[in-house]
Nanobody, 127 residues
Framework: QVQLVESGGGSVQAGGSLRLSCAGF????????MGWFRQAPGKEREAVAT????????FYGDSMKRRFRLSVDNTKNALTLQMNNLKPEDTAIYFC????????????????????WGQGTQVTVSS
Protein backbone atom coordinates (compact mmCIF):
# COMPACT_ATOMS: atom_id res chain seq x y z
CA GLN A 1 0.00 0.00 0.00
CA VAL A 2 1.26 3.46 -0.92
CA GLN A 3 0.63 6.24 1.57
CA LEU A 4 2.98 9.15 1.21
CA VAL A 5 3.64 11.05 4.42
CA GLU A 6 5.71 14.21 4.55
CA SER A 7 7.63 15.58 7.49
CA GLY A 8 10.11 18.34 8.23
CA GLY A 9 8.20 21.45 7.30
CA GLY A 10 8.21 24.55 9.46
CA SER A 11 9.12 28.21 9.65
CA VAL A 12 12.52 29.67 8.90
CA GLN A 13 14.03 33.05 8.11
CA ALA A 14 15.25 33.92 4.66
CA GLY A 15 18.65 32.38 4.01
CA GLY A 16 17.94 29.44 6.28
CA SER A 17 17.58 25.76 5.50
CA LEU A 18 14.99 23.03 5.93
CA ARG A 19 15.02 19.33 5.19
CA LEU A 20 11.83 17.62 4.12
CA SER A 21 11.35 13.89 4.20
CA CYS A 22 8.76 11.59 2.66
CA ALA A 23 8.06 7.95 3.52
CA GLY A 24 5.36 5.41 2.74
CA PHE A 25 6.26 4.46 -0.82
CA UNK A 26 5.70 0.76 -0.21
CA UNK A 27 6.09 -1.42 -3.28
CA UNK A 28 6.76 1.50 -5.62
CA UNK A 29 9.98 2.51 -3.87
CA UNK A 30 12.60 3.16 -6.56
CA UNK A 31 10.27 1.71 -9.21
CA UNK A 32 8.37 4.96 -9.72
CA UNK A 33 9.50 8.50 -10.22
CA MET A 34 9.49 10.18 -6.79
CA GLY A 35 9.51 13.86 -6.11
CA TRP A 36 8.04 17.04 -4.71
CA PHE A 37 5.58 19.68 -5.81
CA ARG A 38 4.62 22.86 -4.00
CA GLN A 39 1.66 25.17 -3.99
CA ALA A 40 1.62 28.72 -2.68
CA PRO A 41 -1.62 30.51 -1.78
CA GLY A 42 -3.46 31.61 -4.89
CA LYS A 43 -0.99 29.91 -7.23
CA GLU A 44 -0.92 26.71 -9.24
CA ARG A 45 1.01 23.66 -8.21
CA GLU A 46 4.67 23.89 -9.15
CA ALA A 47 7.13 21.06 -9.69
CA VAL A 48 10.14 21.21 -7.39
CA ALA A 49 12.20 18.11 -8.16
CA THR A 50 11.75 14.50 -9.24
CA UNK A 51 14.09 11.52 -9.26
CA UNK A 52 14.11 8.11 -10.91
CA UNK A 53 16.53 6.44 -8.59
CA UNK A 54 17.25 3.29 -10.57
CA UNK A 55 18.35 5.35 -13.57
CA UNK A 56 20.00 8.11 -11.53
CA UNK A 57 17.91 10.73 -13.31
CA UNK A 58 16.84 13.88 -11.47
CA PHE A 59 14.81 16.85 -12.63
CA TYR A 60 14.80 20.23 -10.86
CA GLY A 61 12.74 23.35 -11.29
CA ASP A 62 14.76 26.28 -12.57
CA SER A 63 14.55 28.31 -9.37
CA MET A 64 15.47 25.34 -7.18
CA LYS A 65 18.35 23.60 -8.94
CA ARG A 66 21.08 25.66 -7.28
CA ARG A 67 19.53 25.66 -3.80
CA PHE A 68 17.64 22.38 -3.39
CA ARG A 69 18.94 18.83 -3.41
CA LEU A 70 16.84 15.70 -3.78
CA SER A 71 18.15 12.41 -2.45
CA VAL A 72 17.00 8.90 -1.63
CA ASP A 73 17.69 7.17 1.66
CA ASN A 74 17.66 3.46 0.94
CA THR A 75 18.10 2.55 4.59
CA LYS A 76 14.78 4.19 5.45
CA ASN A 77 13.05 4.04 2.06
CA ALA A 78 12.62 7.78 2.36
CA LEU A 79 12.90 10.64 -0.09
CA THR A 80 14.54 13.78 1.24
CA LEU A 81 14.60 17.35 -0.04
CA GLN A 82 17.34 19.54 1.35
CA MET A 83 16.44 23.19 0.86
CA ASN A 84 19.12 25.83 1.36
CA ASN A 85 19.19 29.59 1.07
CA LEU A 86 15.42 29.71 1.37
CA LYS A 87 13.56 32.75 0.12
CA PRO A 88 10.12 34.16 1.04
CA GLU A 89 8.88 33.04 -2.37
CA ASP A 90 9.59 29.45 -1.37
CA THR A 91 6.70 29.67 1.11
CA ALA A 92 4.19 27.01 0.13
CA ILE A 93 2.71 23.66 0.99
CA TYR A 94 5.13 20.99 -0.21
CA PHE A 95 3.70 17.70 -1.46
CA CYS A 96 5.49 14.41 -1.89
CA UNK A 97 4.49 12.73 -5.16
CA UNK A 98 5.09 9.64 -7.26
CA UNK A 99 4.57 8.87 -10.93
CA UNK A 100 4.75 5.68 -12.94
CA UNK A 101 6.31 7.49 -15.87
CA UNK A 102 8.11 7.60 -18.10
CA UNK A 103 8.99 11.18 -17.37
CA UNK A 104 11.29 13.41 -19.36
CA UNK A 105 12.04 17.10 -19.82
CA UNK A 106 8.72 17.71 -21.51
CA UNK A 107 6.41 16.27 -18.88
CA UNK A 108 8.06 15.80 -15.49
CA UNK A 109 6.68 19.13 -14.26
CA UNK A 110 3.05 18.34 -15.07
CA UNK A 111 0.94 17.53 -11.98
CA UNK A 112 -1.32 15.15 -13.94
CA UNK A 113 1.61 12.78 -14.48
CA UNK A 114 1.68 11.98 -10.75
CA UNK A 115 -0.80 9.50 -9.34
CA UNK A 116 0.27 9.46 -5.71
CA TRP A 117 0.21 12.58 -3.52
CA GLY A 118 0.89 13.12 0.14
CA GLN A 119 -1.13 15.46 2.34
CA GLY A 120 1.54 18.13 2.28
CA THR A 121 3.70 19.96 4.76
CA GLN A 122 3.83 23.73 5.24
CA VAL A 123 7.05 25.64 4.65
CA THR A 124 7.07 29.30 5.66
CA VAL A 125 10.01 31.58 4.95
CA SER A 126 9.99 35.02 6.53
CA SER A 127 12.00 37.99 5.32
Amino acid sequence: QVQLVESGGGSVQAGGSLRLSCAGFGHIWRKYYMGWFRQAPGKEREAVATVYADADVTFYGDSMKRRFRLSVDNTKNALTLQMNNLKPEDTAIYFCVAARGPLYDGNWYKPDEYIYWGQGTQVTVSS
